[in-house]
């Protein structure tokens, strides 16, 4: 009997073993994608800050530092680098954790991936093309015939780059909703229950979010918000975990 258990403890030394050689395995490549992804978008850096300066027109920021050029050069490129590499990150990630997954689990991994990347694209892009641009030209009017504006390239880009962040972070929400809705956290009658309180924080987190305090920028930000948190709800709806799915868990659980 003593000689099964010590058996057994070997083996789960070995499995423990194993997993961390595993997790080295995929962060060692991972690493490897975000450096040569980083070298690849140093070719591209110059143009991909075209593109961020579009919405100033025909206003050039300004470097007030010797190195400010050159480190928001290298910034953008590790930003392209992580892109680029990004796909790989994921499939590491998705190797390292698919084999702890139960069969239903891994459905619901395979729903991930494709909807977070999509949900997050779609933030960037509606940053991108509405938000960002109603708001520079906004800030560009404002008391325009009081202060000149000279704005700097490392402030500028670290507020662009900012916006597309938290605004592609925003989107995910309504996963987040799915989630939480799944381990039984929330569910979509409480959901429907709170939408005066969620227009209430809606509007404080658009107020935070918006770059500009003026309510026409406000209001394009809570739309979308508001839109979100309806699809929240509708995603709460098919959350329900399945009979047969818990059965699955409940025998995993016994079986373990």
Known sequence: MSAERDLMATDRELSLFEHLNELRIRLTWSAGALMLGTIVSMVFAKQALQVLILPLGQRIPQTIAPTE?????????????????????????VRFVLPGLLPHERKYLYFLLPSATISYAGGVVFAALIMLPTAINFMQGFLSDVVEMGWTLDNYVAFVTRVLFW?????????????MAKLGVVN???????RKWAVLAIAVIAALVTPTPDPVNMMIVMIPLYLLYELGIILAR??????KEIATSEDSASAS
């Open 69 to 93: 050029h050159f480190v928001v050069y290298f910034r953008i490129a590790l930003i392209g680098g992580v892109i680029i590499a990004m796909p790989m990150i994921v499939y590491q990630l």
């Open 188 to 194: 979509a009658r409480q959901l429907s229950r709170g």
């Open 167 to 179: 605004m592609g972070i925003v989107f995910e929400t309504p996963l987040l909703v799915f989630f």
């Open 238 to 243: 098919f959350a329900r975990a399945k009979p």
